[in-house]
Protein backbone atom coordinates (compact mmCIF):
# COMPACT_ATOMS: atom_id res chain seq x y z
CA UNK A 1 0.00 0.00 0.00
CA UNK A 2 1.32 3.12 -0.72
CA UNK A 3 1.02 6.33 1.40
CA UNK A 4 -2.14 7.94 -0.76
CA UNK A 5 -4.01 4.99 -0.41
CA UNK A 6 -3.34 4.62 3.09
CA UNK A 7 -4.52 8.23 3.37
CA UNK A 8 -7.68 7.58 1.65
CA UNK A 9 -8.25 4.77 3.70
CA UNK A 10 -8.50 6.17 6.49
CA UNK A 11 -10.69 8.89 5.29
CA UNK A 12 -13.09 6.66 3.55
CA UNK A 13 -13.00 4.22 7.30
CA UNK A 14 -14.28 7.29 9.04
CA UNK A 15 -16.71 9.34 6.21
CA UNK A 16 -18.51 5.53 6.21
CA UNK A 17 -18.55 6.09 10.11
CA UNK A 18 -20.79 9.44 9.45
CA UNK A 19 -17.53 11.48 9.78
CA UNK A 20 -17.17 14.32 6.87
CA UNK A 21 -13.64 14.77 5.54
CA UNK A 22 -12.48 18.18 5.42
CA UNK A 23 -9.59 19.64 3.57
CA UNK A 24 -6.30 20.06 5.59
CA UNK A 25 -5.64 23.61 6.63
CA UNK A 26 -2.44 25.29 5.14
CA UNK A 27 0.43 24.82 7.13
CA UNK A 28 0.69 28.58 7.69
CA UNK A 29 -1.76 28.84 10.60
CA UNK A 30 -4.53 31.16 9.69
CA UNK A 31 -4.60 34.63 12.46
CA UNK A 32 -2.66 32.75 14.54
CA UNK A 33 0.83 34.34 15.18
CA UNK A 34 1.84 32.55 18.39
CA UNK A 35 2.40 29.62 16.49
CA UNK A 36 4.76 29.65 13.20
CA UNK A 37 3.39 26.48 11.63
CA UNK A 38 0.93 23.35 12.61
CA UNK A 39 2.30 21.61 14.71
CA UNK A 40 -0.88 19.04 15.09
CA UNK A 41 -4.42 18.30 13.77
CA UNK A 42 -6.09 19.68 16.26
CA UNK A 43 -4.39 23.39 15.96
CA UNK A 44 -6.75 24.68 13.12
CA UNK A 45 -9.87 22.84 14.74
CA UNK A 46 -9.45 24.53 18.44
CA UNK A 47 -12.40 26.88 18.38
CA UNK A 48 -14.68 24.03 17.29
CA UNK A 49 -13.19 21.70 20.28
CA UNK A 50 -14.13 24.90 22.39
CA UNK A 51 -17.78 24.65 21.51
CA UNK A 52 -18.15 26.49 18.43
CA UNK A 53 -20.40 24.94 15.84
CA UNK A 54 -18.48 23.77 12.70
CA UNK A 55 -20.52 23.87 9.79
CA UNK A 56 -19.87 20.21 8.27
CA UNK A 57 -21.53 18.64 11.79
CA UNK A 58 -19.80 17.11 14.91
CA UNK A 59 -18.12 14.12 13.16
CA UNK A 60 -15.10 15.19 11.04
CA UNK A 61 -12.23 13.90 9.80
CA UNK A 62 -9.00 15.55 7.68
CA UNK A 63 -5.40 15.00 7.35
CA UNK A 64 -3.35 17.54 8.19
CA UNK A 65 -0.21 19.48 7.00
CA UNK A 66 2.02 19.74 9.70
CA UNK A 67 5.79 20.64 10.77
CA UNK A 68 7.80 20.44 13.24
CA UNK A 69 11.44 22.09 13.15
CA UNK A 70 12.30 21.19 17.06
CA UNK A 71 14.64 17.94 15.80
CA UNK A 72 15.48 20.08 12.91
CA UNK A 73 19.22 19.41 13.60
CA UNK A 74 18.34 15.30 14.12
CA UNK A 75 16.89 15.13 10.47
CA UNK A 76 19.48 12.81 8.48
CA UNK A 77 19.05 9.91 10.93
CA UNK A 78 16.35 7.36 9.98
CA UNK A 79 13.15 9.05 11.80
CA UNK A 80 13.39 12.81 12.22
CA UNK A 81 11.02 14.19 9.76
CA UNK A 82 9.95 18.02 9.78
CA UNK A 83 7.25 17.99 7.65
CA UNK A 84 4.43 15.08 8.13
CA UNK A 85 1.56 14.50 7.46
CA UNK A 86 -1.39 14.12 10.32
CA UNK A 87 -4.24 11.52 9.60
CA UNK A 88 -7.04 12.54 12.08
CA UNK A 89 -10.61 12.02 12.96
CA UNK A 90 -12.92 14.45 15.60
CA UNK A 91 -15.77 14.21 17.77
CA UNK A 92 -16.95 17.33 18.46
CA UNK A 93 -18.99 16.67 21.38
CA UNK A 94 -20.21 13.42 19.82
CA UNK A 95 -18.20 9.88 20.52
CA UNK A 96 -16.28 10.03 23.31
CA UNK A 97 -14.04 6.80 24.54
CA UNK A 98 -15.65 4.28 23.56
CA UNK A 99 -16.64 4.67 20.01
CA UNK A 100 -13.13 6.12 19.59
CA UNK A 101 -11.25 3.13 20.67
CA UNK A 102 -13.54 1.00 18.69
CA UNK A 103 -12.76 2.44 15.56
CA UNK A 104 -9.38 2.73 15.87
CA UNK A 105 -8.99 -1.23 16.69
CA UNK A 106 -11.21 -1.66 13.80
CA UNK A 107 -9.46 0.62 11.58
CA UNK A 108 -6.16 -1.15 12.45
CA UNK A 109 -6.64 -4.69 12.77
CA UNK A 110 -9.52 -5.04 9.39
CA UNK A 111 -9.06 -2.16 7.28
CA UNK A 112 -5.36 -2.23 7.37
CA UNK A 113 -4.94 -5.66 8.39
CA UNK A 114 -2.73 -5.16 11.37
CA UNK A 115 -2.07 -8.44 13.38
CA UNK A 116 -3.81 -7.85 16.94
CA UNK A 117 -0.94 -9.29 18.85
CA UNK A 118 1.24 -6.71 17.25
CA UNK A 119 -0.46 -3.45 19.00
CA UNK A 120 -0.25 -2.38 22.23
CA UNK A 121 -1.48 0.42 23.75
CA UNK A 122 -0.94 2.95 27.33
CA UNK A 123 -3.94 4.79 28.78
CA UNK A 124 -3.77 7.86 31.53
CA UNK A 125 -2.27 6.61 34.38
CA UNK A 126 -3.90 9.18 37.25
CA UNK A 127 -2.54 12.22 39.11
CA UNK A 128 -4.12 14.44 42.01
CA UNK A 129 -7.30 15.09 40.74
CA UNK A 130 -8.14 12.36 38.16
CA UNK A 131 -8.08 9.24 38.58
CA UNK A 132 -6.30 6.42 36.32
CA UNK A 133 -8.13 6.25 32.81
CA UNK A 134 -9.61 2.18 33.98
CA UNK A 135 -13.03 3.48 31.32
CA UNK A 136 -10.40 3.52 28.68
CA UNK A 137 -9.08 -0.02 29.39
CA UNK A 138 -11.82 -1.49 29.39
CA UNK A 139 -12.84 -0.59 25.94
CA UNK A 140 -9.68 -2.00 24.79
CA UNK A 141 -9.87 -5.36 26.70
CA UNK A 142 -13.43 -5.29 25.28
CA UNK A 143 -12.14 -4.51 21.44
CA UNK A 144 -9.15 -7.18 21.66
CA UNK A 145 -5.93 -6.02 23.39
CA UNK A 146 -5.27 -8.47 26.61
CA UNK A 147 -4.80 -6.68 30.23
CA UNK A 148 -0.78 -7.16 29.32
CA UNK A 149 -0.39 -5.13 26.38
CA UNK A 150 -2.41 -1.99 28.02
CA UNK A 151 0.04 0.13 30.49
CA UNK A 152 -1.06 2.92 32.30
CA UNK A 153 1.54 5.73 32.15
CA UNK A 154 1.04 9.03 34.34
CA UNK A 155 2.40 11.19 30.54
CA UNK A 156 -0.46 10.13 28.93
CA UNK A 157 -1.96 13.60 28.89
CA UNK A 158 -2.19 15.68 26.00
CA UNK A 159 -2.22 19.41 25.19
CA UNK A 160 -1.14 21.44 22.55
CA UNK A 161 1.57 23.88 24.50
CA UNK A 162 0.49 25.46 27.90
CA UNK A 163 -3.10 26.35 27.83
CA UNK A 164 -6.32 25.36 25.67
CA UNK A 165 -7.83 22.49 25.86
CA UNK A 166 -7.08 19.17 26.75
CA UNK A 167 -7.31 15.49 28.46
CA UNK A 168 -6.03 12.07 28.98
CA UNK A 169 -5.13 10.57 26.17
CA UNK A 170 -4.37 7.13 24.78
CA UNK A 171 -1.71 5.53 22.57
CA UNK A 172 -1.22 2.95 20.24
CA UNK A 173 1.82 1.29 19.97
CA UNK A 174 3.00 -1.17 17.10
CA UNK A 175 5.47 -4.17 18.09
CA UNK A 176 8.55 -4.05 15.13
CA UNK A 177 9.33 -7.56 16.52
CA UNK A 178 12.61 -6.34 17.42
CA UNK A 179 13.58 -8.20 21.41
CA UNK A 180 12.89 -6.78 24.11
CA UNK A 181 16.05 -4.14 26.01
CA UNK A 182 15.41 -5.57 29.38
CA UNK A 183 12.51 -7.25 30.91
CA UNK A 184 11.07 -4.08 31.91
CA UNK A 185 10.87 -3.19 28.47
CA UNK A 186 7.27 -1.43 27.54
CA UNK A 187 5.81 1.11 25.01
CA UNK A 188 7.40 3.86 27.16
CA UNK A 189 10.88 2.89 25.94
CA UNK A 190 12.42 4.38 23.31
CA UNK A 191 14.41 1.41 22.37
CA UNK A 192 12.95 1.20 19.14
CA UNK A 193 10.57 -2.10 20.07
CA UNK A 194 7.41 -0.10 20.31
CA UNK A 195 6.46 2.28 17.78
CA UNK A 196 3.61 5.10 19.02
CA UNK A 197 1.54 5.64 15.43
CA UNK A 198 -2.20 7.03 16.73
CA UNK A 199 -2.81 9.08 19.58
CA UNK A 200 -6.56 9.27 20.92
CA UNK A 201 -7.17 12.35 22.68
CA UNK A 202 -9.83 12.92 25.27
CA UNK A 203 -10.32 16.66 25.26
CA UNK A 204 -12.67 17.51 27.93
CA UNK A 205 -10.74 20.01 29.84
CA UNK A 206 -9.45 23.40 29.29
CA UNK A 207 -6.38 24.62 31.03
CA UNK A 208 -6.31 28.51 31.57
CA UNK A 209 -2.89 30.80 32.43
CA UNK A 210 -3.59 30.12 35.56
CA UNK A 211 -2.93 26.66 34.91
CA UNK A 212 -6.93 25.70 36.31
CA UNK A 213 -8.42 22.80 34.52
CA UNK A 214 -12.07 23.20 33.89
CA UNK A 215 -14.71 20.67 32.35
CA UNK A 216 -15.63 21.72 28.51
CA UNK A 217 -19.06 22.31 27.47
CA UNK A 218 -18.57 19.49 25.20
CA UNK A 219 -16.37 16.27 25.32
CA UNK A 220 -14.57 15.70 22.50
CA UNK A 221 -12.12 13.53 20.52
CA UNK A 222 -8.50 14.16 19.07
CA UNK A 223 -7.01 11.70 17.26
CA UNK A 224 -3.77 12.03 14.87
CA UNK A 225 -2.20 9.17 12.95
CA UNK A 226 1.61 9.85 11.81
CA UNK A 227 1.38 8.68 7.99
CA UNK A 228 4.80 8.66 6.95
CA UNK A 229 5.15 6.41 9.67
CA UNK A 230 2.74 3.97 9.44
CA UNK A 231 3.08 3.61 5.72
CA UNK A 232 6.91 2.75 6.18
CA UNK A 233 5.76 0.10 9.23
CA UNK A 234 3.43 -1.40 6.61
CA UNK A 235 5.53 -1.81 4.06
CA UNK A 236 8.06 -3.22 6.13
CA UNK A 237 10.47 -0.94 6.01
CA UNK A 238 13.44 0.61 7.97
CA UNK A 239 13.15 4.46 7.10
CA UNK A 240 10.66 6.57 5.66
CA UNK A 241 13.10 7.48 2.95
CA UNK A 242 12.36 3.94 1.71
CA UNK A 243 9.16 4.54 1.38
CA UNK A 244 7.70 5.45 -2.26
CA UNK A 245 7.36 9.26 -0.73
CA UNK A 246 11.24 9.38 -0.59
CA UNK A 247 12.48 6.62 -2.64
CA UNK A 248 12.82 8.36 -6.10
CA UNK A 249 14.52 11.73 -4.97
CA UNK A 250 16.77 9.51 -3.04
CA UNK A 251 18.03 7.37 -5.65
CA UNK A 252 18.05 10.51 -8.53
CA UNK A 253 20.52 12.03 -5.22
CA UNK A 254 22.69 8.73 -5.74
CA UNK A 255 22.71 9.00 -9.43
CA UNK A 256 24.04 12.36 -8.96
CA UNK A 257 26.52 12.67 -5.97
CA UNK A 258 30.06 12.20 -6.19
CA UNK A 259 30.99 11.41 -3.13
CA UNK A 260 28.50 8.97 -1.08
CA UNK A 261 26.64 10.28 2.28
CA UNK A 262 23.38 8.31 3.14
CA UNK A 263 22.55 11.15 6.09
CA UNK A 264 23.35 14.11 3.27
CA UNK A 265 20.72 12.40 0.93
CA UNK A 266 18.19 11.93 3.68
CA UNK A 267 18.55 16.03 4.36
CA UNK A 268 18.54 16.70 0.91
CA UNK A 269 15.52 14.98 0.64
CA UNK A 270 13.94 15.68 3.31
CA UNK A 271 14.50 19.43 3.78
CA UNK A 272 13.27 19.68 0.15
CA UNK A 273 9.71 18.52 0.41
CA UNK A 274 9.50 20.42 3.68
CA UNK A 275 10.50 23.68 1.71
CA UNK A 276 7.93 23.07 -1.09
CA UNK A 277 5.56 22.37 1.18
CA UNK A 278 6.28 25.59 3.59
CA UNK A 279 6.68 27.76 -0.11
CA UNK A 280 3.23 26.01 -1.76
CA UNK A 281 1.27 27.46 0.82
CA UNK A 282 2.79 30.96 0.61
CA UNK A 283 6.06 31.00 3.12
CA UNK A 284 9.11 32.77 1.87
CA UNK A 285 12.56 32.78 3.24
CA UNK A 286 13.42 35.52 5.92
CA UNK A 287 15.79 36.21 8.98
CA UNK A 288 12.54 36.15 11.27
CA UNK A 289 10.40 33.48 12.89
CA UNK A 290 8.68 31.13 9.75
CA UNK A 291 10.63 32.54 7.20
CA UNK A 292 13.79 32.06 8.74
CA UNK A 293 12.88 28.30 9.04
CA UNK A 294 12.33 27.97 5.68
CA UNK A 295 15.45 29.78 4.89
CA UNK A 296 17.36 27.19 7.27
CA UNK A 297 15.84 24.47 5.14
CA UNK A 298 16.72 25.56 2.15
CA UNK A 299 20.56 26.36 2.83
CA UNK A 300 20.80 23.53 4.82
CA UNK A 301 19.41 21.55 2.01
CA UNK A 302 21.80 22.86 0.29
CA UNK A 303 24.99 22.68 1.98
CA UNK A 304 24.17 18.82 1.76
CA UNK A 305 24.01 18.96 -1.87
CA UNK A 306 27.27 20.43 -2.28
CA UNK A 307 28.82 18.05 0.66
CA UNK A 308 27.48 15.49 -1.99
CA UNK A 309 28.99 17.33 -4.97
CA UNK A 310 25.58 17.60 -6.29
CA UNK A 311 26.03 20.71 -9.08
CA UNK A 312 23.32 23.23 -8.00
CA UNK A 313 22.28 23.75 -11.45
CA UNK A 314 20.74 20.29 -10.91
CA UNK A 315 18.03 21.80 -8.24
CA UNK A 316 15.23 22.72 -10.81
CA UNK A 317 15.59 19.26 -12.47
CA UNK A 318 15.59 17.63 -8.43
CA UNK A 319 12.22 19.59 -7.54
CA UNK A 320 10.41 18.44 -10.93
CA UNK A 321 11.16 15.50 -9.88
CA UNK A 322 9.83 15.81 -6.51
CA UNK A 323 6.27 17.33 -7.64
CA UNK A 324 6.17 14.44 -9.89
CA UNK A 325 6.32 12.13 -7.53
CA UNK A 326 4.27 13.69 -4.60
CA UNK A 327 1.67 15.48 -6.88
CA UNK A 328 -1.10 12.94 -6.60
CA UNK A 329 -0.85 13.49 -2.68
CA UNK A 330 -0.67 17.12 -3.29
CA UNK A 331 -1.77 19.02 -5.98
CA UNK A 332 -0.82 22.48 -5.05
CA UNK A 333 2.65 21.76 -5.89
CA UNK A 334 2.19 21.34 -9.53
CA UNK A 335 -0.15 24.73 -9.04
CA UNK A 336 2.42 26.89 -7.25
CA UNK A 337 5.34 24.58 -9.27
CA UNK A 338 6.97 28.11 -10.79
CA UNK A 339 6.96 29.87 -7.27
CA UNK A 340 8.31 26.78 -5.37
CA UNK A 341 11.26 26.91 -8.21
CA UNK A 342 11.70 30.61 -8.33
CA UNK A 343 12.37 31.03 -4.11
CA UNK A 344 14.14 28.08 -3.92
CA UNK A 345 16.36 28.92 -6.90
CA UNK A 346 16.69 33.19 -5.70
CA UNK A 347 17.18 31.39 -2.03
CA UNK A 348 20.52 29.88 -3.40
CA UNK A 349 21.81 32.40 -4.83
CA UNK A 350 21.21 34.52 -2.29
CA UNK A 351 23.13 32.01 -0.07
CA UNK A 352 26.32 31.63 -2.73
CA UNK A 353 26.28 35.33 -2.29
CA UNK A 354 26.23 35.48 1.12
CA UNK A 355 28.86 32.55 1.44
CA UNK A 356 31.38 34.71 -1.21
CA UNK A 357 30.04 38.36 0.92
CA UNK A 358 31.41 36.28 4.52
CA UNK A 359 34.20 35.02 3.24
CA UNK A 360 35.49 37.72 2.51
CA UNK A 361 34.46 39.58 5.61
CA UNK A 362 35.85 36.86 7.54
CA UNK A 363 38.83 37.51 5.82
CA UNK A 364 39.45 41.04 6.68
CA UNK A 365 38.23 40.60 10.56
CA UNK A 366 40.62 37.34 10.73
CA UNK A 367 43.45 39.57 9.30
CA UNK A 368 42.77 42.36 11.32
CA UNK A 369 42.46 40.60 14.68
CA UNK A 370 45.61 38.29 13.50
CA UNK A 371 47.83 41.47 13.60
CA UNK A 372 46.81 42.83 17.06
CA UNK A 373 47.74 38.93 17.97
CA UNK A 374 43.77 38.14 19.44
CA UNK A 375 43.14 34.42 18.25
CA UNK A 376 40.35 33.96 20.67
CA UNK A 377 38.15 36.75 19.56
CA UNK A 378 38.17 35.47 15.91
CA UNK A 379 36.05 33.43 17.28
CA UNK A 380 33.25 35.32 18.24
CA UNK A 381 33.77 37.94 15.31
CA UNK A 382 32.85 34.65 13.00
CA UNK A 383 30.04 33.64 15.45
CA UNK A 384 28.82 37.00 14.66
CA UNK A 385 29.19 36.06 11.05
CA UNK A 386 27.74 33.08 11.06
CA UNK A 387 24.43 34.55 13.11
CA UNK A 388 24.01 36.80 9.89
CA UNK A 389 25.22 34.25 7.10
CA UNK A 390 24.05 30.79 8.20
CA UNK A 391 27.35 29.23 7.50
CA UNK A 392 28.36 27.06 10.25
CA UNK A 393 30.34 24.04 8.50
CA UNK A 394 31.83 26.42 6.08
CA UNK A 395 33.15 28.54 8.72
CA UNK A 396 34.60 25.80 11.00
CA UNK A 397 36.06 24.34 7.41
CA UNK A 398 37.44 27.38 7.09
CA UNK A 399 38.98 27.69 10.78
CA UNK A 400 40.52 24.16 10.13
CA UNK A 401 42.16 25.00 7.05
CA UNK A 402 43.90 27.86 8.54
CA UNK A 403 46.70 27.17 10.83
CA UNK A 404 47.66 28.22 14.69
CA UNK A 405 43.33 29.09 15.16
CA UNK A 406 42.88 26.43 17.70
CA UNK A 407 41.30 28.36 20.01
CA UNK A 408 39.36 30.56 17.54
CA UNK A 409 37.69 27.64 16.48
CA UNK A 410 37.17 26.36 20.16
CA UNK A 411 35.66 29.35 20.88
CA UNK A 412 33.66 29.38 17.91
CA UNK A 413 32.28 25.84 18.49
CA UNK A 414 31.20 27.18 22.22
CA UNK A 415 29.24 30.25 20.95
CA UNK A 416 27.65 27.86 18.43
CA UNK A 417 26.66 25.45 20.74
CA UNK A 418 24.82 27.57 23.50
CA UNK A 419 22.95 29.59 20.23
CA UNK A 420 21.82 26.45 19.28
CA UNK A 421 20.51 26.00 22.77
CA UNK A 422 18.84 28.88 22.89
CA UNK A 423 17.16 29.05 19.48
CA UNK A 424 15.79 25.69 20.03
CA UNK A 425 14.22 26.70 23.55
CA UNK A 426 12.85 29.83 21.21
CA UNK A 427 11.37 27.68 18.89
CA UNK A 428 10.28 25.60 21.72
CA UNK A 429 8.32 28.70 23.68
CA UNK A 430 7.07 29.43 19.76
CA UNK A 431 5.28 26.10 19.72
CA UNK A 432 4.01 26.40 23.10
CA UNK A 433 1.96 29.46 21.61
CA UNK A 434 3.75 31.86 23.52
CA UNK A 435 5.34 32.28 26.66
CA UNK A 436 4.79 29.81 29.31
CA UNK A 437 1.95 30.67 31.65
CA UNK A 438 3.48 31.47 35.02
CA UNK A 439 1.86 30.33 38.23
CA UNK A 440 3.40 29.09 41.45
CA UNK A 441 3.90 25.86 40.42
CA UNK A 442 5.68 26.51 37.08
CA UNK A 443 7.68 29.43 39.25
CA UNK A 444 8.57 26.83 41.20
CA UNK A 445 9.70 24.63 38.27
CA UNK A 446 11.69 27.35 36.96
CA UNK A 447 13.92 28.09 39.83
CA UNK A 448 14.59 24.25 40.00
CA UNK A 449 15.83 24.00 36.73
CA UNK A 450 18.45 26.61 37.78
CA UNK A 451 19.41 24.52 41.24
CA UNK A 452 19.59 21.24 38.59
CA UNK A 453 21.76 23.04 35.79
CA UNK A 454 24.03 23.94 38.79
CA UNK A 455 23.94 20.99 40.77
CA UNK A 456 24.18 18.50 37.20
CA UNK A 457 28.24 20.83 36.78
CA UNK A 458 29.17 20.28 40.14
CA UNK A 459 28.45 16.65 39.74
CA UNK A 460 28.91 15.30 36.36
CA UNK A 461 31.35 18.27 35.16
CA UNK A 462 31.70 21.64 33.92
CA UNK A 463 30.56 20.25 29.83
CA UNK A 464 26.84 19.66 30.90
CA UNK A 465 25.22 22.97 28.89
CA UNK A 466 21.61 23.19 29.06
CA UNK A 467 20.19 22.11 25.38
CA UNK A 468 16.54 22.71 26.19
CA UNK A 469 14.08 22.67 28.96
CA UNK A 470 9.88 22.79 29.03
CA UNK A 471 7.87 22.85 32.75
CA UNK A 472 4.53 22.22 33.07
CA UNK A 473 2.89 22.36 36.19
CA UNK A 474 3.83 18.41 36.87
CA UNK A 475 7.25 18.37 35.78
CA UNK A 476 9.87 19.82 34.63
CA UNK A 477 12.00 18.29 31.88
CA UNK A 478 15.37 19.66 31.19
CA UNK A 479 18.11 18.45 28.17
CA UNK A 480 21.90 18.30 29.02
CA UNK A 481 24.91 17.44 27.08
CA UNK A 482 27.02 14.83 28.66
CA UNK A 483 27.91 11.80 26.74
CA UNK A 484 26.62 8.87 28.75
CA UNK A 485 23.80 7.70 31.09
CA UNK A 486 23.87 9.05 34.68
CA UNK A 487 24.30 6.26 37.52
CA UNK A 488 21.98 5.65 40.15
CA UNK A 489 24.74 7.41 42.55
CA UNK A 490 25.14 10.44 39.96
CA UNK A 491 21.41 10.83 39.81
CA UNK A 492 21.41 10.63 44.05
CA UNK A 493 24.41 12.85 44.27
CA UNK A 494 22.07 15.33 42.10
CA UNK A 495 18.76 15.19 43.72
CA UNK A 496 20.33 15.44 47.59
CA UNK A 497 22.41 18.69 46.15
CA UNK A 498 19.46 20.25 44.95
CA UNK A 499 17.03 19.29 47.88
CA UNK A 500 20.13 20.61 50.11
CA UNK A 501 19.36 24.07 48.33
CA UNK A 502 15.98 24.19 48.63
CA UNK A 503 16.45 23.52 52.38
CA UNK A 504 19.03 26.67 53.10
CA UNK A 505 16.25 28.97 51.77
CA UNK A 506 18.03 30.64 49.90
CA UNK A 507 17.31 34.13 48.67
CA UNK A 508 16.60 34.37 44.94
CA UNK A 509 17.95 37.85 43.58
CA UNK A 510 17.90 39.54 39.86
CA UNK A 511 20.04 42.12 38.63
CA UNK A 512 20.02 43.71 35.11
CA UNK A 513 23.36 43.71 32.83
CA UNK A 514 24.71 44.10 30.02
CA UNK A 515 25.92 40.32 28.38
CA UNK A 516 29.52 41.20 28.66
CA UNK A 517 29.45 41.81 32.10
CA UNK A 518 27.25 38.94 32.76
CA UNK A 519 29.83 36.58 31.74
CA UNK A 520 32.36 38.47 33.58
CA UNK A 521 30.58 38.02 36.58
CA UNK A 522 30.37 34.12 35.66
CA UNK A 523 26.91 33.04 35.49
CA UNK A 524 25.99 30.63 32.71
CA UNK A 525 23.00 29.68 30.43
CA UNK A 526 22.30 31.19 27.54
CA UNK A 527 23.16 34.50 26.10
CA UNK A 528 20.92 36.17 23.50
CA UNK A 529 21.99 36.11 19.86
CA UNK A 530 22.01 40.06 19.77
CA UNK A 531 25.58 41.98 20.92
CA UNK A 532 25.36 44.50 23.67
CA UNK A 533 21.61 43.68 25.35
CA UNK A 534 20.95 43.91 28.38
CA UNK A 535 20.19 40.70 30.35
CA UNK A 536 18.45 39.39 33.51
CA UNK A 537 20.87 37.87 35.58
CA UNK A 538 19.37 35.61 38.55
CA UNK A 539 21.77 34.58 41.24
CA UNK A 540 20.45 31.87 43.65
CA UNK A 541 22.73 32.38 46.99
CA UNK A 542 25.93 30.95 46.84
CA UNK A 543 24.73 28.25 44.65
CA UNK A 544 24.11 29.57 41.31
CA UNK A 545 23.93 32.17 38.65
CA UNK A 546 22.16 32.34 35.50
CA UNK A 547 21.29 34.04 32.33
CA UNK A 548 17.27 34.09 32.51
CA UNK A 549 14.48 35.89 32.05
CA UNK A 550 13.11 34.60 35.03
CA UNK A 551 10.41 34.70 37.01
CA UNK A 552 11.91 32.94 39.86
CA UNK A 553 10.55 31.98 43.50
CA UNK A 554 11.92 34.59 46.26
CA UNK A 555 13.32 32.10 48.28
CA UNK A 556 14.00 28.23 48.00
CA UNK A 557 12.37 27.20 51.16
CA UNK A 558 8.77 26.24 49.86
CA UNK A 559 9.89 24.47 46.56
CA UNK A 560 8.73 20.95 48.19
CA UNK A 561 11.04 18.00 47.41
CA UNK A 562 12.96 17.40 44.31
CA UNK A 563 12.64 13.93 42.63
CA UNK A 564 14.20 12.85 39.51
CA UNK A 565 12.09 10.34 37.46
CA UNK A 566 13.43 9.81 34.63
CA UNK A 567 16.93 10.32 33.33
CA UNK A 568 17.38 9.10 28.89
CA UNK A 569 18.73 10.14 26.11
CA UNK A 570 17.34 12.32 24.49
CA UNK A 571 19.47 12.60 21.17
CA UNK A 572 23.03 11.89 20.41
CA UNK A 573 25.43 13.18 23.37
CA UNK A 574 22.10 14.84 24.91
CA UNK A 575 20.76 13.43 28.14
CA UNK A 576 16.82 14.53 29.38
CA UNK A 577 16.02 14.32 32.74
CA UNK A 578 12.51 14.95 33.57
CA UNK A 579 11.70 15.49 37.81
CA UNK A 580 9.11 16.80 40.22
CA UNK A 581 8.34 18.57 42.86
CA UNK A 582 7.22 16.92 45.53
CA UNK A 583 5.31 19.09 48.34
N1 LIG B 1 -3.30 16.17 19.22
C1 LIG B 1 -2.74 14.87 19.30
C2 LIG B 1 -1.34 14.81 18.75
O1 LIG B 1 -0.89 15.71 18.10
C3 LIG B 1 -3.60 13.88 18.57
O2 LIG B 1 -3.98 14.37 17.33
O3 LIG B 1 -0.67 13.83 18.98
Known amino acids: MKAIELRNKY ?18 PENDPSVLFNTAGMQPLVPYLLGEKHPEGTRLTDYQKCIRTNDIDEVGDNRHLTYFEMLGNWS ?26 K ?10 TLGKDEEAAKYWQEAGIPKERIYFLKD ?60 LEQKNVDTGLGLERVNMLLQGKQTPYETEIFAPIMEKLEELQKVDEIESRRIVAEHLRSSMMIISDGGRPSNIDRGYVLRRLIRRMIRHLNKLQINLEELPKLIELNIENLKEMYPELVENKETIKNVIIEERDKFQKTLVHGEREFTKQMNKLKEEGK ?71 HTATHLLHQALKIVLGDHVKQSGSNITEERLRFDFTHPQKMTPEEIKKVEDLVNEQIQRDLKVTCEEMSYDEAKESGAIGLFTNKYGDR ?6 GDFSKEICGGPHVEHTGDMGTFKIKKEESSSSGIRRIKAVLIK
Open 375 to 445: DTLIGEIIFKLYVTFVFKPEVTVYLERENGLISAKNEFEKLYKEHQALSRQGSEQKFKGGLADQNEKTISY
Open 156 to 215: NWWIAGETGPCGSDTEIFYDTGKPKCSPECNPDCDCGKYVEIWNNVFMEFFKDEKGNITP
Open 11 to 28: LNFFKRHGHKIIPSAPLI
Open 535 to 540: VKVYTI
Open 119 to 128: LSVTCFGGNE
Open 92 to 117: LGDYFKEESIKMSYEFLTKELEIPAE
